[in-house]
């Protein structure tokens, strides 16, 4: 993307960055001794520009709406907002930044608890417990402490997939959040922002670690009481949505995916898509056509017999990045096995939904799935 600074230079000679630490990145003055914090309530922020002594960011908080903000000796003045305050403290769900055990090591995500101060939490006979850095890996899931009214799990595999998600405040993990659900939001091994080795870990291996980052998150939080662990969905869109179509032709783990404009077959996907990410598989996947067996291997729709669960998947009718036929032939292989899956394509949209009544139509549609399949009664 264009115009994202790092940094910026003071008209004093100071030096103004975001170092990314701990999956956080907010603005820090460069000394002698490290950073110092400028704006401590900022969990992340980009595009940093300065004039003189006072530097322009755009941050992110936890629990509002994300910010252009200006910052100079004076203090810290909101310059405009990306939108009106839209909750109250009581109903945001503030990420707890939670880790757990991987094929390839220690794995980084963002849990968010269902939130809503109008609904009781259930009683619990034993007390919740936060995640540890080794947790069991059962084989199967299971609804820890045999606990039913445990909270459904909803996992995000965020896009990229090289990109990684932040704890900034975000309505579209609150919409879930409000109505009853958890949420974890998974910096798989390959994600950016938490150090070159854990980058390089996805070299090779997409479709591979990431979908086994995903799962082992999925049972850590179930085995620790968070979650119930027969109600666990997965969610992605574009390589999220191939992570999701991998997680549910590899494994039996999750009994619900959304799949968003995500990546069925990825030989199609390596000779028909933009120029921009023409060769950007031949380091994740392997060269094409050399690696064209383990493109193969790795295509969830040469996989939907291993497919045991209902599907919704949402596309847009003239997304250039992943065909709709893509979605249409994933569609029609989990139908003929007899599957529960609904596709929905949206015309006038591309890669990844623009239009305000895409994205309420998209959410709706994802909650009465969700709904229909976990046997959860919603309000009119």
């Not at 090779?204 to 119930?228: M, S």
Request: charged share 20%; glycine share 10%; net charge negative.
């Amino acid at each position: 993307m264009f115009g994202r600074r790092p940094y910026a230079l003071t008209g004093a000679g100071d030096v103004v960055l975001r170092p990314r630490i701990d999956g956080r990145s907010a603005p820090m003055t460069l000394t002698d001794h490290g950073y110092r914090a400028l704006a401590p309530n900022v969990i992340d922020c980009d595009s940093l520009d300065a004039s003189g002594d006072t530097v322009a960011a755009l941050v992110q908080f936890p629990d509002a709406p994300d910010a252009i903000i200006e910052l100079s000796p004076d203090g810290v003045r909101t310059v405009d907002t990306a939108a009106p305050r839209s909750l109250d403290a009581a109903w945001v769900s503030v990420a707890e930044p939670v880790t757990w055990e991987g094929p390839a090591g220690e794995v980084h995500g963002w849990f968010y608890p269902p939130t809503n101060p109008s609904v009781a939490p259930p009683l619990v006979a034993e007390p919740m417990v936060e995640l540890v850095e080794t947790p069991p890996a059962p084989s199967t899931p299971t609804s820890s402490n045999d606990h039913p009214d445990l909270p459904p799990l909803i996992v995000i595999s965020h896009g990229g997939p090289t990109a990684f998600s932040t704890a900034g405040f975000s309505l579209a993990v609150q919409f879930w959040t409000t109505r009853g659900f958890a949420v974890l939001d998974v910096n798989y091994s390959g994600s950016s922002g938490c150090g070159r080795a854990y980058r390089d870990r996805l070299r090779g291996e997409w479709g591979v670690l990431d979908v086994a980052d995903c799962v082992a998150g999925a049972h850590a939080l179930a085995e620790h009481g968070r979650v119930d662990g027969h109600r666990l969905a997965i969610r992605g869109g574009s390589a999220g949505g191939y992570t999701t179509l991998r997680a549910l032709t590899t494994s039996d783990v999750f009994a619900a995916g959304c799949s968003r404009y995500g990546i069925g077959d990825l030989a199609a996907l390596a000779s028909d898509t933009h120029k921009f990410e023409a060769r950007y598989l031949d380091g994740l996947v392997g060269p094409w056509p050399e690696a064209a067996d383990v493109y193969a291997d790795r295509s969830p729709i040469n996989h939907v017999d291993a497919l045991n669960c209902p599907m919704l998947i949402l596309q847009g009718a003239e997304d250039a990045v992943v065909p709709p036929n893509q979605a249409e032939a994933m569609a029609s292989a989990i139908a003929a096995k007899g599957l529960d899956v609904e596709l929905i394509v949206f015309e006038g949209e591309g890669h990844g939904f623009r239009r305000a009544e895409t994205i309420q139509a998209a959410l709706e549609a994802e909650l009465a799935f969700y709904a229909r399949t976990f046997g959860i009664t919603l309000p009119g």
